[in-house]
């Protein structure tokens, strides 16, 4: 993309590599270019090392303690970031809630969390999904009831995100039940997942990890200065925080990266003494999906170039999930391809990763099948550019 | 970063859809195009020319690409323009008239001075007085079609735009009419032609996808407009993404054909070109099923822009051969970076 920057962008990137360069532990690159997946420790201490120079909340205005960086800055961050082997910061409280409070939050719920995401003191986890409340999430059923002050919480949350992990959970919960619309009775509320009556069990995946968790919700009393915008308006604030999410999911930058390890493994592989980036047939699925790497970081950058710091990214957000996880899939099932028997024997601890990329891809297109169904299924987002963006 | 064309560039294509619009009266698209200096946007400016850029091009070819204008805007205007802007002073001199870009391939034999062999599918030949033949030894050729030993066989292309075959027997070249080498030129000019048909391609692709989503939103059913079918309103969404995306590489296609990074072209081209032979296959066929038997008459607007955006898909180098051209450049660039130490490894 070198053509589309500025001397400034440059100068920009430039700056980003000479940091790269002096303060990415060296444990962190490792453990990407020997085709494993970061800890949990590893992704939090670097948080920790961008939190420090200032640079954390790349999608942030200065204001609130972030960049200011354009969406271009962002992008050249993030790529640049993701080609030296740092860890992906997960999106919970600084792509999902961090711009939900500046937009729609008091002041004080601005003073007392924006802070504490920077420093990674709080770490967020999302409620919204529940049993039987997935791709038709306005069919919510947790139930928050006002008594005086506070709220009391019954419900469950499923797909819940590293709650392993958090302390905070931005909820969605039902608070008028005899609303005309679905929609227009749910409100979101910030829980201190420390508070009693909740409860977290992990959920294995297919990949073998614990990402993902059920969250029970039995009388949680929650303080009413922790909604979130409007009573009955939580909706609004869900929209614009999928939104977010959907860019977030789309993932350019890593992907730009997780194509570079692809072609490495390819390089490195041979079958029958031939590397296999050679075969014709594995260069041809290769080729294809340069193609729509090359087409949608173009066009992601064209997208979003209007997009100020905080702002709303709007339909465009389906449009860019769709194509960024169907690619982010490609390029795991690629790896898995180039790993051949290898890829199948199964192994204890798939997370951290096999020797030489042996089972980097096939975790990984496990892990992956996840990305065309969370954050809104491809189906859903297609119903969505049809209605909102193609006036269908 | 944003393609929406600049002030001037707007003002370009808005003259051309003028003329495209008046339809030939009350002087032909072509003659209207010639009066108004417009067939020389990219000629080098001793030429009478603007020296225009590839990227200069593509809303200009795209609004073409839209329109269904049938004149060879590429082969006889924009592409000799870009040859000759771009060999400089090697270039042989050229006559008044119009010239047409021919990009010669080992098909066509220069020895002792004469030229033996054939040149197929030359988009615009049809209507030359010139021949400006690109050697793939980067030299520029300039030939009048009267040539002796040169005969032209004309033909409408699928898209009803014009080209001929070449061929070429014992023609032998007069003095001054070879001109220098110029390092790379065949190879640049191979790939700004597929970047050219490919701008007039996605200006079809435009127009096809807006005709597609109109007619789901008027033709009824079963009692109900076609776009309250869910199985419909997804594959329009596939059309209008991958319209979005296909933009996306021609622009990038253009601007790195006004670079001289040569790698990063090669990427961009073939990258177009496998979109053309795969995904934009797939929509034009996809935007002929959604409106059914109404897509594949003749009279139907929608069959001529996506015979065009076939037309671009089969020139200019097959989409298997881009395919593996990519495939290559994948492999050389990924063994000349050799940062992390590879750990080779047999897995048969």
Known sequence: MDLFYTQADIAFRDEVRAFLDNHLPQDLSETFFNYKRHSWEQMIRWHKILAEKGWVAANWPVEYGGTGWTPMQQYIFDSEAMMAGAPRLRPFGLKMIGPVLMRFGTDAQKERFLPRILSAQDYWCQGFSEPGAGSDLASLKTRAVRDGDTYIVNGQKTWTTTAQHANWMFTLVRTDPQADKPQAGISMLLIDLDNPGVTIRPIRTIDGDHHVNEVFLEDVRVPANLLVGEENAGWTCAKFLLGNERVSIANVGQSKAEMSLLKRLARDRRINGVALIDDPAFGAKLADLEADFLAQEVTNLRMLSGIKPGGDVGPLASLLKLRGSEIQQRIQELAMEAAGADAAPWRADRAAGGGKGDDYGIHGWLTSRAFTIFGGSSEVMKNIVAKQTLGL | ?348
């Not at chain 2, 795969?278 to 607007?301: K, N």
């Open chain 2, 1 to 348: 970063m944003d393609f929406a064309p600049n002030s001037e560039q707007q003002m370009i294509a808005d003259s051309f859809a003028k003329v495209f619009a008046a339809a030939g009266e009350p002087r032909s698209v072509w003659e209207e195009l010639g009066a108004l200096e417009l067939l020389r946007l990219t000629w080098p400016e001793d030429l009478g020319g603007f020296g225009a850029g590839c990227s200069d091009l593509v809303p200009v070819l795209s609004e073409a690409g839209a329109s269904g204008a049938r004149e060879p805007l590429i082969g006889a205007a924009a592409l000799p323009g870009l040859a000759l802007t771009r060999s400089g002073t090697a270039a042989p001199a050229v006559p008044d008239g119009e010239i047409c870009l021919v990009l010669a391939d080992t098909n066509l034999q220069l020895a002792d001075g004469r030229l033996t062999g054939s040149v197929k599918v030359v988009p615009g030949a049809d209507v030359a007085d010139t021949l400006l033949l690109c050697l793939p030894d980067d030299r520029l050729v300039a030939l009048p079609v009267g040539a002796k030993g040169l005969s032209l066989e004309v033909y409408e292309l699928l898209d009803g735009r014009g080209a001929a075959d070449l061929h070429f027997q014992q023609v032998e070249l007069s003095q001054g009419s070879v001109g220098g080498s110029t390092s790379g030129l065949h190879a640049w000019l191979c790939d700004a032609a597929a970047m050219a048909f490919a701008a007039d391609a996605l200006g079809a692709m435009c127009a096809i996808r807006d005709m597609t989503q109109e007619y789901l939103k008027t033709r009824k059913q079963f009692g109900k407009t076609l776009c309250s079918f869910q199985a419909l309103q997804h594959a329009m969404v596939d059309i209008y993404h991958d319209t979005e995306h296909f933009l996306s590489l021609v622009h990038l296609a253009a601007k790195t054909c006004d670079s001289d990074d040569t790698a990063m072209r090669m990427r961009a081209v073939s990258s177009v070109k496998r979109y053309l032979g795969g995904r934009m296959r797939d929509c034009i066929a996809s935007a002929i099923q959604l409106h059914g038997g109404i897509g594949v008459t003749e009279e139907y607007p929608l069959g001529a822009l996506a015979k065009r955006v076939i037309v671009a898909d089969l020139l200019n180098g097959s989409s298997a051969s881009h395919g593996a051209r990519l495939a290559r450049l994948i492999a050389e660039e990924t063994r000349a970076e050799l940062k992390v130490t590879g750990q080779e490894k047999d897995v048969a």
